[in-house]
């Protein structure tokens, strides 16, 4: 079945600092990828996608390329803020025989420091 | 305001009693889906809808039961609680099945 491995949490960086969590991915099929954002008592709120492998999707300053080979779509911002504290969850989309699937990983929590 | 709207943010309730988790979208979406998030597993899909009267099981079905008679409905029925469905639970919808969800603002369910 589809999985999704992310690094775990939690990870504490100073304002500033440069940002990579990582997301690696198995799948059977040719699969969307999605970073989602998760802020204190709320839901999830989609940050960026990429559908298909070389894509690039990028928003708020977050970036993550869909790289095919190494089955991985990793998240990263070069200069975090303090309000950009929040869980981050790597997730898939796959359709196959008639039936769509979202596959989240289990979270990475973030905690930007001044 | 386009949300999806899940009611009731927190819910208390004993082991067997029915209980019934509403969510509404209104947005026109096709998909809808369900969500359970616990610490240490993430999220997990319960079930999901890809139009009216379709709907298929996610990863952790038992013990729930989902219907979409209209297309911004989707409840989530616990016919019987155990203590083991204590959560958050998430709804969440999207136009395509790769356009990304939109997701309500979750319901805490407990039951003792």
């Known amino acids: 079945g589809n999985s999704v491995t992310q690094m775990e949490g939690p990870v504490t960086l100073s304002e500033e600092a440069f940002l990579t969590i990582n997301c690696t991915y198995t799948?059977?099929?040719?699969?969307?990828l999605f970073w989602y954002v998760q802020y204190p008592g709320e839901g999830l709120q989609l940050l960026l996608k990429a559908t298909k492998a070389d894509d690039k999707g990028s928003n708020k300053g977050f970036e993550a390329t869909y790289r095919k080979e190494t089955t991985s779509f990793h998240l990263e911002k070069g200069s975090v803020q303090v309000s950009d504290s929040a869980v981050y969850f790597c997730?898939?989309?796959?359709?196959?025989?008639?039936?769509?699937?979202?596959?989240f990983g289990k979270g990475t929590k973030l905690s930007v420091i001044p | 305001e386009a949300q999806v709207t899940q009611n009731p943010r927190y819910l208390i309730t004993v082991t067997g009693k029915k209980l019934t988790v509403t969510c509404s979208q209104n947005m026109n979406h096709e998909y809808m889906s369900w969500y359970r998030q616990d610490p240490g597993l993430g999220l997990r899909q319960i079930y999901y809808s890809m139009n009216v009267e379709v709907t298929d099981k996610g990863d952790v079905p038992e013990g729930y039961k989902v219907s979409r008679k209209e297309k911004r409905n989707f409840p989530l029925i616990l016919e019987s609680p155990s203590p083991n469905q204590t959560s958050l639970y998430f709804c969440?919808?999207?136009?395509?099945?790769?356009?990304?969800?939109?997701f309500g603002s979750g319901t805490r369910l407990t039951v003792v």
């Open positions: 969440a919808s999207s136009p395509t099945e790769n356009y990304g969800y939109t």
């Open positions: 799948a059977t099929g040719y699969p969307s």
């Open positions: 997730a898939l989309g796959d359709s196959g025989a008639g039936s769509y699937q979202l596959t």
